[in-house]
Structures are given as structure tokens and as C-alpha cells.
């Protein structure tokens, strides 16, 4: 249960229902008093349906656990339902649906929103056909859910669909400063989220679109992070490749509440930036890093090992680009991590 905030109330014939006064009172005896109420909804007092694609994942886990927290119903649209089952227990997630891609139909009917996170991870060794199933891992669902979404009667179609794509879809550079109104790049990664946000842009008209162009998300179980962490553990942390790419970055906790806002708040549509208002470039990043962790981060790691271990992949951190969250700014969005250092205190304190 969620506790509404503290308010300063009047007297008056609306009251919480579950608050009881053990005797009549009249407006001479109490002029104001101040309650906590309880309530199983969102603080905009609406209860959600969701139905989340990509819900095992690293973004997915931490938003399924938070709509959940705040009482929501959350339906988890899986290819493996064992899998969904052990990161989902029924006893720790009780009222959770999980189901199979034959069920994601009926779990989409009727809810109030779908969000979309499924996707093949990018950071790994790119092989022609990783490539290839990398663009059709995302193609092929978000083609699903909106056909599933467009399929809906008009009474139990979706209302809201918020759907992942990636700030590849700048492509990438040193000097320029990207926000929601750039062009795409021309690169692989560029080509690819154009796809995916056009599949997504398919959708029935009625329904409201939100479109997260999602940078490096930081976390501590889960991401780039993880992969870091141990190399400077083992004192062998450092720069990758120049240190002078641009590292759009965003704290795990800001991704989700970010997603979450544009569940519930029809401000939130079109294309929204899921960046840090202070991108960083790669060395410092690693400085800050090395620093939290105590652990030196001067001994760079050259582009040709990168290479050696995700081939073309590497030019995912060997090339970088700038990107402002304009969009979330005029939004007003609250931001808890705004600088990298307190983003990185706050995962590995």
C-alpha cells in the first residue's frame, strides 16, 4: 500500500473512509487537523494494468518490482515462462500474470498501457547475423504488441503505449550535441532504431505514444556497470579506447520513474530523451568510477582489444554522442541522479 502525503485539511463531510472519529465534533472544536490516508492507487489516483514486453530484463525487472510496490497490475508478456516464474516468484509477486506469447493477447485487452523493452542486448561480439537478429529481436515484438493493440476492441485497447528505442538513433560524434529534434545518424545502430520507432509509430491513432530514446542505463546488477566494475576491482580499469566520446548515461532508478510518468501523465508523447541532464565523456566516467571505487583508472584500454572481443560491437563504446533530455526538462521531469558522481555514490555505496 502507497501513503498518500500528508495534507492540511478543513472539516468537512469528505473524509478518508477509513479514518473514524470516536465522537460527533463540531466545527468550533476542530477547525483543522492533518490525516494520512491509504491507497492502492498511483498519486494521480489511477490504478494501472500493464503489460510489459522485456520484463526480465535489466530495465524490465526494476519497473515490473516498482508497479507492483505501488499496487499496480502488472502483466509480464514473455517468450519463457520459467524464466519470467524464477525472476517473478508467485509467493514475492502475488497477482503478477505471466504469460506466454499465445496469452499476450488477452493480457493486452483491457489494459490500461503496454510498455515495450524487448530486445536482444547490443553489447556483444556483432556477427552478421547477430546484426540481423539484433534489428528483428525488436522489429518482430513491437510489431507484435501494436498489431495485438490495433486488434483491441475500442472499449479494452490500451491507452497508453510506451515503447524503448536508444540514442543510436543519433549515430555517433565529438562535437555535436543531440536533443529529440536532431536527425538520425547513418550507422547501423541508427538504422536500426529508426525500424523500431516506426514500427512502434504504427499504432492505432487513439492510443498515446511515448517513444524513450534510452542511453547507457547505470545500475549495479545489470548494464555497462556490471561489465566495468570487476576490470577496475582487478586494478585494471581505464579508459576506453580515446576517453573522449560522449557517454549519454541515465540511473537505473530515473529510466524507470521516467517510464513510469509517461504511463500515467498524457503530458508525456512523442519522442522523450531517457538521458542524464550532464552527459560525461568516457574518461571521465572512468575517473569517477575508479574514484568511488578506490581503485586506479589510468591505464587505458586500447581500441584493438575491444575489437577483439566484440568485433564491430565496439564502436557501442569506442563512439559515443551527446544527448540532451530536453523533452523530460520541459516536462519537468525530477531527475534524482543529474551528475554521474552521485549516481555511481549512490549504486555502489
Given at each position: 500500500?502507497?501513503?498518500?502525503?500528508?495534507?492540511?485539511?478543513?472539516?468537512?463531510?469528505?473524509?478518508?473512509?477509513?479514518?473514524?472519529?470516536?465522537?460527533?465534533?463540531?466545527?468550533?472544536?476542530?477547525?483543522?487537523?492533518?490525516?494520512?490516508?491509504?491507497?492502492?492507487?498511483?498519486?494521480?489516483?489511477?490504478?494501472?494494468?500493464?503489460?510489459?514486453?522485456?520484463?526480465?530484463?535489466?530495465?524490465?525487472?526494476?519497473?515490473?518490482?516498482?508497479?507492483?510496490?505501488?499496487?499496480?497490475?502488472?502483466?509480464?508478456?514473455?517468450?519463457?515462462?520459467?524464466?519470467?516464474?524464477?525472476?517473478?516468484?508467485?509467493?514475492?509477486?502475488?497477482?503478477?500474470?505471466?504469460?506466454?506469447?499465445?496469452?499476450?493477447?488477452?493480457?493486452?485487452?483491457?489494459?490500461?498501457?503496454?510498455?515495450?523493452?524487448?530486445?536482444?542486448?547490443?553489447?556483444?561480439?556483432?556477427?552478421?547475423?547477430?546484426?540481423?537478429?539484433?534489428?528483428?529481436?525488436?522489429?518482430?515484438?513491437?510489431?507484435?504488441?501494436?498489431?495485438?493493440?490495433?486488434?483491441?476492441?475500442?472499449?479494452?485497447?490500451?491507452?497508453?503505449?510506451?515503447?524503448?528505442?536508444?540514442?543510436?538513433?543519433?549515430?555517433?560524434?565529438?562535437?555535436?550535441?543531440?536533443?529529440?529534434?536532431?536527425?538520425?545518424?547513418?550507422?547501423?545502430?541508427?538504422?536500426?532504431?529508426?525500424?523500431?520507432?516506426?514500427?512502434?509509430?504504427?499504432?492505432?491513432?487513439?492510443?498515446?505514444?511515448?517513444?524513450?530514446?534510452?542511453?547507457?542505463?547505470?545500475?549495479?546488477?545489470?548494464?555497462?556497470?556490471a561489465k566495468m566494475i570487476p576490470l577496475f576491482n582487478l586494478f585494471a580499469g581505464g579508459p576506453l579506447g580515446s576517453g573522449k566520446q560522449w557517454f549519454s548515461w541515465i540511473h537505473l532508478d530515473d529510466i524507470v520513474n521516467l517510464i513510469y510518468e509517461a504511463l500515467s501523465n498524457p503530458s508525456y508523447t512523442g519522442v522523450i530523451n531517457g538521458t542524464a541532464p550532464n552527459p560525461v565523456r568516457l574518461a571521465e566516467l572512468c575517473n569517477q568510477l575508479g574514484h568511488v571505487l578506490g581503485r586506479p583508472s589510468w591505464l587505458p584500454v586500447p581500441d584493438f582489444a575491444l575489437k577483439a572481443v566484440l568485433g564491430e560491437g565496439a564502436s557501442v563504446v569506442l563512439?559515443?554522442?551527446?544527448?540532451?533530455?530536453?523533452?523530460?526538462?520541459?516536462?519537468?521531469?525530477?531527475?534524482?541522479?543529474?551528475?554521474?558522481?552521485?549516481?555511481?555514490?549512490?549504486?555502489?555505496?
Open positions: 500500500m502507497e501513503m498518500c502525503g500528508a495534507t492540511a485539511l478543513t472539516w468537512s463531510h469528505t473524509i478518508c473512509p477509513s479514518f473514524q472519529l470516536p465522537r460527533p465534533v463540531s466545527t468550533r472544536e476542530v477547525t483543522s487537523f492533518r490525516v494520512w490516508c491509504l491507497s492502492d492507487q498511483d498519486p494521480k489516483g489511477n490504478k494501472m494494468i500493464i503489460s510489459v514486453t522485456g520484463a526480465t530484463g535489466f530495465i524490465g525487472k526494476r519497473l515490473v518490482q516498482r508497479l507492483h510496490a505501488d499496487n499496480h497490475s502488472v502483466h509480464v508478456l514473455t517468450r519463457s515462462k520459467s524464466k519470467a516464474e524464477t525472476i517473478f516468484p508467485a509467493k514475492d509477486y502475488p497477482g503478477i500474470k505471466i504469460a506466454e506469447e499465445t496469452e499476450w493477447k488477452d493480457s493486452i485487452q483491457g489494459s490500461t498501457g503496454v510498455v515495450n523493452l524487448a530486445g536482444l542486448p547490443i553489447s556483444t561480439r556483432w556477427s552478421p547475423e547477430i546484426k540481423k537478429e539484433i534489428k528483428q529481436s525488436r522489429i518482430r515484438v513491437t510489431s507484435k504488441v501494436v498489431e495485438l493493440i490495433n486488434s483491441a476492441p475500442d472499449d479494452i485497447r490500451p491507452k497508453v503505449f510506451v515503447s524503448a528505442t536508444a540514442v543510436g538513433y543519433y549515430g555517433v560524434s565529438e562535437t555535436e550535441v543531440f536533443d529529440e529534434q536532431s536527425p538520425s545518424g547513418k550507422d547501423y545502430l541508427a538504422e536500426v532504431c529508426r525500424e523500431w520507432e516506426s514500427t512502434a509509430l504504427k499504432v492505432n491513432g487513439d492510443v498515446r505514444v511515448a517513444l524513450i530514446r534510452i542511453g547507457v542505463v547505470l545500475g549495479k546488477d545489470g548494464g555497462a556497470l563512439e559515443g554522442q551527446k544527448v540532451i533530455p530536453t523533452q523530460a526538462k520541459k516536462l519537468g521531469f525530477p531527475f534524482k541522479y543529474s551528475y554521474v558522481k552521485d549516481a555511481l555514490k549512490a549504486i555502489l555505496s
